[in-house]
T-cell receptor
Framework: ELKVEQNPLFLSMQEGKNYTIYCNYS?????LYWYRQDPGKSLESLFV?????AVKQEGRLMASLDTKARLSTLHITAAVHDLSATYFC????????????FGKGTHLIIQP | DAGITQSPRHKVTETGTPVTLRCHQT?????MYWYRQDPGHGLRLIHY???????DKGEVSDGYSVSRSKTEDFLLTLESATSSQTSVYFC???????????FGPGTRLTVT
């Protein structure tokens, strides 16, 4: 059974600081996804990581994938308040079309 | 934004009544999914569809059934709603290039 663990589950940080969210998963997979969710809203796709060593960057966020270690990271550089949200990683259950298994999410609060 | 709508957006129903949630897409994507989101659990896959009349069970399928008679519509039915099915339900769609999933706005269901 595929398990996806995120840590930390809750993170309060100050603007301007850097931090990393970790996503570990239990079985082999080459596809990992990061999503953002604002309170009361739907999920917004941030990054799609499709191979070992994949690195994607968008603004102050950078995601990477190490399939050998079964680990993905979401790095936040010089955080700003607008990045406050819940961030989910999700791993392909197998075959691409079989749906995703999600981590429990990291609730990120960035304070001025 | 991907053309995905869900209806109803909010529903309150009584224990034991049947409930059907609808997901409608205008993207002509092949794959469709139903997830539920509960505090402390992230999102969990209920059922998914590979195409018209082609569906399969996810992680938490007990008490739910689905149907897909047209590419654009994926219905989720709770045959006899229970309080444990109080949740926010999200529909998602994807295609086979990256299997990136796009989420609908969600349906908040309360079973009293």
């Amino acid at each position: 059974e595929l398990k996806v663990e995120q840590n930390p589950l809750f993170l309060s940080m100050q603007e301007g600081k850097n931090y990393t969210i970790y996503c570990n998963y239990s079985t082999t997979s080459d596809r990992l996804y990061w999503y953002r969710q604002d309170p009361g809203k739907s999920l917004e796709s941030l990054f799609v990581l499709l191979s070992n060593g994949a690195v994607k960057q968008e603004g102050r966020l950078m995601a990477s994938l190490d399939t050998k270690a079964r680990l993905s990271t979401l790095h936040i550089t010089a955080a700003v308040h607008d990045l406050s949200a819940t961030y989910f990683c999700a791993v392909d259950r197998g075959g691409g079309a079989d749906g995703l298994t999600f981590g429990k999410g990291t609730h990120l609060i960035i304070q001025p | 934004d991907a053309g995905i709508t869900q209806s109803p957006r909010h529903k309150v129903t009584e224990t034991g009544t049947p409930v059907t949630l609808r997901c409608h897409q205008t993207e002509n994507h092949r794959y469709m999914y139903w997830y539920r989101q509960d505090p402390g659990h992230g999102l969990r896959l209920i059922h998914y569809s590979y195409g018209v009349k082609d569906t399969d069970k996810g992680e938490v399928s007990d008490g739910y059934s689905v149907s897909r008679s047209k590419t654009e519509d994926f219905l989720l039915t709770l045959e006899s709603a229970t309080s444990s099915q109080t949740s926010v339900y999200f529909c998602a769609i994807s295609e086979s290039l990256s299997y990136e999933q796009y989420f609908g706005p969600g349906t908040r269901l309360t079973v009293t």
